[in-house]
């Protein structure tokens, strides 16, 4: 249920049960800028009481409405359920998303002993059958009600959030359902902590100068820091399995044989036969999800996940993966014939594997194309993107964003910003938080601490959050993004948008399908590399010259260089991620076998593993977009499809087309159909020409 089912990432541990409610920072207004977390005053003994009283609080609020003896209607049932949980979902936001971007063990801890508790209260409402009795009988009446499309929608996916949680099933299924809750739940749970400890526990430490060949200076400068802030590896270079450190040693190191050793244990992140191998997890998780779906009347776990998505049906999916991949991987292997080529033309005798095929890419790209990304490197100034972000949006829909000096922050790098509307209202704030640290997963996320929400008829603005892992900045040099950081970074700007315009009555119809979701940061990509775009801010990070316009120019004409690998390893992730999930049967299930079954069966070639093998492929196994990373492909078909709306009037950034763009997709949330939301920006139904002319797979 989108309002009771928190994304149960963590949870809470009691500490301090005896102290009074008002020295807990939780049940207070705050007093803060915008009103933002007071993160300094929050302290781990806070989270339970404050889980606890949201808990009891909102059960007081679900006993109010059936004991109502009104006869139902929206205003005592609907409208009732959805304003419950206020402090609940409080403590929850600040709670989630310090575990993903700021964990500690002790927050390991509290999330292993509050999950169960929430899953508990979460089911216990679900499974109300006085409370769903009351939402059935308005959902029945509601054609005779005098109400709005909106308020007619709120009932339409309340009742069915209900039902999907297993309200009509009877006590002993419904026991049966909360237990497989309870046990998903844990898993999930585990699987990322497990993920978490897995990759921090791995480091390559290099103590000789001459195998760090071929690295950039500042990779190298970076690696060194690493080393010395340990005072047993002071003098020599530590690389991890972060993507800042992994990526560009796999694209430049000289050293074969280090790049075959950091790749190994790369692709093996959660499957080194330890206390942190996920094999067993996955084992469990995946027959208790189709367990789970079975009960609930679907025959796989993907036909119960996208009954609430624009796919609708997993033939859907394959459908559309299919379409992409035959030309993806006919691209690929192209992609292996010329690097193979390359290395036979440079007097060497081997063939392409896993730990070459970025190192050997860059070199064919440099030969082809006269570009690498060192060289793209120095104008891509961190500050300076995010300034050109904000050039951006303010060009688009007139937005500005100001930094809030001396606001609450929950590490010394984070920063945070007020975003203003055109007309200079307060539409929300965000935290930008930029670079990996241990206590933060990996990848790159928008999250929020306060969601958009109305509260008597008064706007209720949200604090948004964008976290990510880029290349930090060392004591000679800034933070200077990756091409592909650069992406990341305006990708997640879109989300962060999303939740900034976003101006939904009920919270109830604030989450929009997971297909759709993807929609507002993917279309923010295509404006990355726009010649205009990168004019405002592609400047060298020490001359301050604005970047070449032959460099452009290359940029531009190797922007499909080497789409068959990235589309490959995507589509083949997403394809795993479905094959788990329209199990209909599973007597027994061997994790590397079963991938290995599905990787053979669609012909992916062994240079090429899938972007997330089983055991880190924390999307789907951590349950945010199990049964659902094709989304990102689904939404591609979207984003590219509605860029050509700009690019049709000649004018890519084009206001009226902005202002379409916001008001019938950044600020509806969930009140309509997704595709009637994108027919009513777009005029009618996108098709796949665009996306796939995009990748040069066409």
Not at 133 to 148: C, F, G, Q, S, T
Request: aromatic share 12%; with cysteine; charged share 30%.
């Amino acid at each position: 249920m989108k309002k009771l089912l928190f994304i149960m990432i963590a949870a809470g541990l009691l500490f301090g049960c005896g102290k009074k409610k008002t020295e807990n920072p939780f049940f207070t207004d705050w007093d803060t800028p915008f009103g933002v977390p007071p993160f300094e005053q929050i302290k781990n003994e806070h989270y339970m009481p404050a889980f606890e009283e949201g808990m009891k609080q909102q059960k007081a609020e679900i006993k109010a409405i059936t004991d109502c003896k009104d006869a139902p209607d929206f205003e005592n049932t609907i409208l009732a359920l959805d304003k419950s949980g206020t402090l609940l979902e409080k403590v929850a936001l600040v709670f989630y998303g310090l575990y993903s971007a700021n964990t500690s063990d002790t927050l390991q801890e509290l999330a292993n002993r509050i999950s169960p508790l929430t899953t508990q209260h979460s089911d216990d409402i679900a499974m109300n059958p006085e409370l769903f009795r009351r939402i059935k009988a308005v959902y029945e009446m509601r054609e005779d009600m005098a109400l709005d499309a909106v308020r007619k929608r709120l009932v339409e996916e309340t009742y069915r959030d209900f039902v999907r949680s297993g309200a009509n099933l009877d006590t002993v299924q419904q026991k049966r359902l909360r237990e497989l809750n309870k046990e998903i739940d844990m898993l999930q749970l585990q699987f990322g902590q497990n993920l978490l400890a897995d990759i921090n526990s791995y480091r390559l430490i290099i103590g000789q100068k001459e195998e760090l060949a071929g690295l950039p200076d500042v990779v190298v400068a970076t690696a060194a820091e690493a080393a010395n802030a340990d005072s047993t590896t002071r003098g020599k270079w530590i690389f991890t399995l972060r993507n800042p450190s992994v990526i560009p040693f796999l694209q430049y190191s000289d050293n074969r044989a280090l790049r075959e050793k950091i790749f190994t244990a790369y692709i093996n992140r959660g499957n080194n036969n330890n206390k942190n191998d996920n094999k067993a997890v996955i084992e469990k998780l995946i027959p208790l999800r189709l367990e789970k779906a079975k009960l609930l009347g679907y025959p796989t776990y993907a036909d119960y996940a996208l009954e609430d998505r624009m796919a609708k049906k997993p033939e859907n999916v394959y459908k559309l993966l299919d379409q992409v991949w035959v030309p993806a991987l006919a691209m690929a292997k192209k992609e292996d014939v010329s690097m193979n080529d390359y290395i036979r033309k440079n007097g060497e005798k081997f063939a392409v594997e896993g730990w070459d095929w970025r190192y050997y890419s860059e070199k064919v790209m440099k030969e082809q194309f006269d570009l690498d990304e060192e060289i793209l490197r120095p104008y891509f100034k961190l500050e300076n993107v995010r300034d050109g972000i904000f050039w951006l949006a303010n060009k688009l829909y007139g937005i500005t964003f100001t930094e809030v000096p001396d606001a609450p922050k929950y590490d010394k790098e984070v920063k945070l910003y007020e975003c203003r509307d055109t007309d200079g209202t307060h539409l929300g704030v965000l935290y930008l938080d930029f670079f990996p640290r241990e206590g933060k997963r990996g990848g790159a996320w928008c999250g929020g601490y306060r969601s958009q929400v109305y509260r008597d008829g008064k706007r209720i603005a949200p604090v948004m959050t964008v976290v990510c892992n880029f290349s930090m900045p060392t004591a000679d040099k800034p933070s200077l993004l990756s091409p592909d950081e650069t992406e990341t970074f305006f990708h997640e700007f879109g989300h962060a948008l999303n939740g900034l315009f976003a101006d939904v009555p009920y919270v109830g119809l604030s989450d929009v399908p997971r297909d759709f979701v993807e929609l507002p940061s993917q279309i923010m990509e295509h404006w990355v590399f726009e010649p205009e775009v990168l004019k405002q801010y592609a400047k060298h990070y020490q001359s301050g010259e604005v970047i070449p316009a032959e460099i452009v120019e290359k940029i531009n004409k190797s922007r499909k260089y080497g789409q068959g690998f990235k589309t490959t390893e995507y589509v083949a992730a997403s394809i795993l991620d479905m094959d788990y999930h329209t199990l209909k049967e599973i007597p027994s299930l061997d994790v590397l076998k079963f991938e290995t079954g599905s990787m053979n069966r669609i012909g992916l070639i062994p240079q090429i593993p899938p972007r997330y093998r089983s055991t880190y492929f924390q999307h789907t196994m951590t349950g945010g977009y199990t049964a659902g990373y094709y989304s990102y492909l689904w939404a591609e078909v979207l984003d590219a499809d509605a860029y050509e709306a700009f690019k049709e009037t000649g004018d890519i950034f084009n206001k009226e087309i902005a202002t379409r763009f916001r008001k019938n997709i950044l600020e509806k949330g969930n009140m309509k159909d997704a595709m009637q939301e994108y027919v009513d920006f777009r005029g009618k139904e996108p098709g796949i020409g665009p996306l796939l002319e995009n990748r040069g797979l066409k």
